[in-house]
């Protein structure tokens, strides 16, 4: 049996498709596709398309952290999408948010997303 990756594109379908709180599954489905596959033109054919601010936000910031992670080129694509007109904590826990103000890796603060350091680690 061949390994297929989780593509970006199905990625954000996926979670636009899961409900409200749902939508990490196919998110960390596509980071350990990433990191596992390591081969940008399987994971990241063509840009994915824009619609959904923050997930449009999440998943390129998700990107080129992966791809600085990995030591990989960061597509030209994900520098075109913007940030978010107003802050988005991830873990939405109100005790959280000053951690997240400065722990957030520079891709995420750049596009308005606030996570925790270990966000992107498994444990």
């Known amino acids: 049996m061949s390994y297929i990756p989780t593509t970006i594109k199905k990625t954000k379908t996926a979670m636009i498709r899961a409900k409200k709180q749902q939508w990490e599954v196919p998110f960390f489905d596509f980071v350990d596709d990433f990191r596992y596959c390591r081969n940008l033109s399987l994971l990241l054919p063509e840009p994915f398309e824009l619609g959904s601010p923050r997930l449009d936000a999440i998943l390129a910031s998700t990107v080129e952290y992966l791809c600085g992670e990995l030591k990989l080129t960061t597509p030209d694509w994900s520098w075109e999408v913007p940030g978010l007109a107003e802050p988005w904590f991830v873990a939405e826990i109100e005790n959280l948010k000053a951690f997240a103000i ?17 966000f992107l680690s498994r444990v």
């Open 102 to 118: 400065v722990e957030s890796p520079v891709f995420f603060r750049r596009r308005n997303i606030f996570v925790l350091g270990n």
